[in-house]
């Protein structure tokens, strides 16, 4: 999990030089369906400030047995004056952190209830123009990645010569605790915007590790398991010594 803490961006375009910002505390909601692959969600609206302090909206994932062999983000209802000044990273409750979009979507080009999902197997990357729903490629159209406190947010490219994927950055991560994702407005310029539906995190489990399975009491010899009830309470099993029926005569 990452604490409050400062973001700061060091980004020209038009040169203009980025400030530093302050990150803000998000809300935590978890959802996870199906099997193999688990999504899970935070519907809250995640506010864009116009270069104000950076939300940072949180998942908190519980519950997984095997180490990440894939991720796919996703980013629902995303809206912002002039998209090419948003800036979008993902932390994983390790430290490790991926930029998953910079400056896409044009510069002073307004962005409006977009549906996002970031995923290494899209066919394009994100476009230096206007922006449509679908589904991507991390993307870094201009300048290098923001620094985050204590962690190293690695890029994507293609600039700066990034060519960090989020199977290069996450693939190994250990899946439960908190994973944070930070959404910045880099100019005074572009309005505010928001990311209305909030966000999901699709992680698929390294197959390679097996699940753990709960282990079956056993009893020793003469006692057998049985459920024992206790009012107000879940029945347990117990192991019980086993009554020997008398011979009849």
């Excluded at 190293?152 to 190994?172: H, R």
């Amino acid at each position: 999990m990452i604490p409050p803490a400062h973001l700061e961006v060091e980004l020209r375009r038009s040169s203009r030089l980025l400030a530093t910002a302050t990150v803000a505390l998000g809300v935590t909601a978890l959802w996870a369906p199906g099997a193999g692959a688990k999504t899970f969600s935070n519907p809250g609206s995640i506010p864009i400030p116009s270069q104000g302090a950076a939300p940072t909206s949180l998942i908190v994932v519980s519950g997984q047995t095997a180490p990440v062999s894939d991720v796919n983000v996703g980013l629902n209802g995303y809206s912002a004056g002039s998209s090419g000044d948003i800036s979008v990273v993902l932390v994983a409750p390790g430290g490790q952190a991926l930029l998953l979009m910079q400056a896409a979507g044009g510069d002073s080009t307004p962005a409006t209830d977009v549906d996002l999902r970031l995923d290494d197997s899209a066919g394009f990357l994100l476009p230096d123009g206007p922006l449509s729903s679908g589904t991507y490629r991390p993307t870094n159209i201009i300048g290098s990645p923001p620094n985050v406190s204590g962690v190293t947010v690695q890029n994507p490219g293609p600039a700066g010569g990034g060519t960090a994927t989020l199977a290069s950055v996450f693939t190994g991560a250990a899946p439960n605790g908190t994973w944070s994702l930070i959404v910045r407005d880099n100019f005074f310029s572009g309005g505010t915007g928001e990311v209305a539906g909030g966000w999901s995190l699709e992680l698929s489990p390294d197959p390679a590790t097996p699940a753990t399975k709960k282990k079956k009491k056993k009893c020793k010899k003469g006692f057998k398991l049985k459920k024992i009830k206790k009012k107000g309470k879940k029945p347990k099993k117990k192991c019980v010594k086993v009554k020997k029926k008398k011979k009849k005569k």
